[in-house]
């Protein structure tokens, strides 16, 4: 539906012999959403637009008419549009707000997520969709992988997504993956307050033939531009982004705290329980140590 109407637009459009940028100027958007519609290849048309478009262009309350068919739609194509240009990226960067990246999910970590989506149709449905999401994860270690350059928020460390286990070995993968040449995890730690991509996740990619490309993505929506000034305008974002996390390094560290400190092993103690174990043991009687755990050693007796 959504290729529908953006051929319905470009029709209209012909025939009233504007071009993509002059219907932007009439209807108040920049030219490259009129031309993301027209491909299908953008976040779909508000109602609010979509009724600018078809008073600009004479379009007899058709393109309102289908307006409701075209948000009904189950996958939207700008989902798949993204997907297609970062097959082919040669650099990646991402901020992630509120998950762990497709390319650096666990099967686990994936499938608990898409478990959660109500365009579910069936555990077939599911089982295709985790196929191809894990699948996409070749790239990062093929014979043409990506630079990739995670920024990860520090919400997506501490949401136990799938419970305490998947969360332990998506951590762990996280740590394992930093040690790849091609790529690197910064955090972005809860006290540096607000910044410009609150409101979602951001993805910019450099294309083989160096044009760049950037994607924005809330719960329910998707933005796809190459647009050059508005894709600089994200860059900015990105780069104020990679200024306020921490280091490579201390995002390492970051990580590994909240692994052990949030989804710890049932054998490994947490902080609190190893100062309380240190304090009893310093409170014992020379001689006297405790065991992991509190039991107390025995002191060996004097051989005769």
Request: hydrophobic content about 40%.
């Given at each position: 539906m959504?290729?529908?109407f953006?051929?319905?637009?470009?029709k209209l459009?012909t025939a009233?012999g504007?071009?993509?940028?002059e219907?932007?100027?009439?209807t108040?958007v920049v030219?490259?959403?009129?031309?993301?519609i027209e491909?299908?290849?953008?976040?779909?048309?508000?109602l609010?637009?979509?009724?600018a478009?078809?008073k600009?262009?004479?379009?007899?309350?058709?393109?309102?008419?289908l307006?409701p068919?075209?948000?009904?739609?189950?996958f939207?194509d700008?989902s798949q549009a993204?997907?297609?240009?970062?097959?082919?990226?040669?650099v990646?960067?991402?901020y992630?707000a509120?998950v762990?990246?497709?390319l650096?999910?666990?099967?686990?970590y994936?499938?608990a997520?898409?478990s959660?989506s109500r365009?579910?149709r069936?555990?077939?449905?599911l089982?295709?969709?985790?196929a191809a999401?894990l699948?996409?994860q070749?790239r990062l270690?093929?014979?043409?992988?990506?630079?990739?350059?995670i920024?990860?928020?520090?919400?997506?460390?501490?949401?136990?997504?799938g419970?305490?286990?998947?969360?332990?070995d998506?951590?762990e993968?996280?740590?394992?993956?930093a040690e790849?040449p091609?790529?690197?995890?910064?955090?972005?730690?809860f006290?540096?307050?607000?910044?410009?991509?609150m409101?979602?996740?951001?993805t910019?990619l450099?294309?083989?033939?160096?044009?760049?490309?950037?994607?924005?993505?809330?719960?329910?929506?998707?933005?796809?531009?190459?647009?050059?000034?508005?894709?600089e305008?994200?860059?900015?974002?990105y780069?104020?982004l990679?200024?306020?996390a921490?280091p490579p390094l201390?995002s390492l560290d970051?990580?590994r705290?909240?692994l052990?400190?949030?989804?710890?092993a049932?054998?490994v103690?947490?902080?609190s329980d190893r100062?309380?174990?240190?304090q009893q043991q310093?409170?014992?009687?020379?001689?006297?140590?405790?065991?992991?755990?509190g039991r107390?050693?025995p002191?060996?007796r004097p051989?005769?």
């Amino acid at each position: 539906m959504a290729a529908l109407f953006g051929s319905r637009v470009r029709k209209l459009r012909t025939a009233a012999g504007l071009t993509q940028t002059e219907v932007g100027t009439l209807t108040h958007v920049v030219g490259s959403r009129i031309a993301q519609i027209e491909r299908a290849t953008g976040a779909k048309p508000t109602l609010e637009l979509t009724r600018a478009l078809d008073k600009e262009l004479v379009a007899d309350d058709l393109l309102i008419d289908l307006w409701p068919y075209v948000c009904r739609e189950a996958f939207p194509d700008w989902s798949q549009a993204v997907i297609t240009y970062s097959a082919r990226a040669k650099v990646m960067r991402q901020y992630a707000a509120h998950v762990v990246p497709g390319l650096l999910q666990t099967p686990g970590y994936a499938k608990a997520l898409l478990s959660a989506s109500r365009s579910l149709r069936d555990d077939e449905h599911l089982e295709e969709r985790l196929a191809a999401r894990l699948g996409r994860q070749t790239r990062l270690t093929g014979p043409d992988r990506p630079g990739l350059w995670i920024i990860l928020d520090e919400a997506v460390l501490r949401r136990p997504v799938g419970g305490s286990h998947v969360m332990r070995d998506q951590l762990e993968h996280l740590l394992r993956m930093a040690e790849e040449p091609n790529i690197t995890v910064q955090a972005l730690p809860f006290d540096q307050g607000e910044h410009d991509a609150m409101g979602g996740s951001l993805t910019l990619l450099v294309m083989p033939d160096g044009s760049h490309v950037a994607y924005t993505e809330g719960a329910h929506y998707g933005q796809l531009t190459e647009e050059p000034d508005e894709v600089e305008r994200f860059e900015l974002t990105y780069d104020d982004l990679r200024a306020m996390a921490l280091p490579p390094l201390a995002s390492l560290d970051l990580i590994r705290f909240v692994l052990e400190a949030d989804y710890r092993a049932a054998s490994v103690p947490s902080p609190s329980d190893r100062r309380r174990l240190a304090q009893q043991q310093l409170q014992q009687p020379r001689g006297r140590r405790m065991r992991a755990g509190g039991r107390r050693i025995p002191r060996r007796r004097p051989r005769p």
